[in-house]
C-alpha cells in the first residue's frame, strides 16, 4: 500500500505560496533558502527564502536571484514498494549555499538538507519519509 494519502485527504495540511512547494497532494511542504551574499550563509548571515515553482505534483522548481534562471530542482517519488518509504531527490543548478527544508505534514516529521557554498551537486534521501 502507499503511504501517500488519497487526492484531497489532506486539504490545507500544506499551504502553496511563493516560497512553497507541496507535494503529493499537499502530503509534503518544501521550502530551500539560499545565501544571497555569496558568502555561504557563515558569519550570522540570515538565509533568503527561494521562490517556488510547481512543476506538477510530484516536483519543482526554486529560482534565487533571477525568476528566469531556476537554481534548483526537487521531487518526491512513492518507494513504498521497493523499502516503504517515500523518497525525496534535489538537484542543483548552482553553487550558491542553500537549505531545503522538507517536512511531512501526515507525520509531522521534518529534514533539513544543506548544500555547502562553492558545492556543485544535489542529493537523495530514501528513508526518512
Do not use: M
Not at 485527504?9 to 499537499?26: E, F, K, V, Y
Not at 513504498?80 to 518509504?85: K, P, R
Amino acid at each position: 500500500t502507499s503511504s501517500l494519502p488519497a487526492s484531497g485527504a489532506q486539504s490545507g495540511a500544506c499551504q502553496s505560496g511563493p516560497q512553497t512547494l507541496c507535494l503529493a497532494d499537499g502530503r509534503f511542504r518544501v521550502e530551500a533558502a539560499f545565501a544571497g551574499d555569496r558568502s555561504g550563509g557563515s558569519g550570522g548571515a540570515a538565509l533568503l527564502p527561494a521562490t517556488a515553482l510547481p512543476a506538477g505534483d510530484r516536483s519543482g522548481f526554486f529560482w534565487f536571484f533571477d525568476g528566469g534562471n531556476l537554481e534548483l530542482a526537487v521531487k518526491i517519488v512513492d518507494g513504498t514498494a521497493a523499502n516503504g518509504h517515500n523518497w525525496f531527490f534535489y538537484g542543483a543548478l548552482s553553487d550558491v549555499a542553500y537549505t531545503i527544508t522538507v517536512t511531512d505534514t501526515v507525520k509531522g516529521t521534518q529534514q533539513i538538507y544543506r548544500n555547502r557554498q562553492g558545492n556543485l551537486c544535489g542529493g537523495g534521501d530514501t528513508a526518512t519519509f
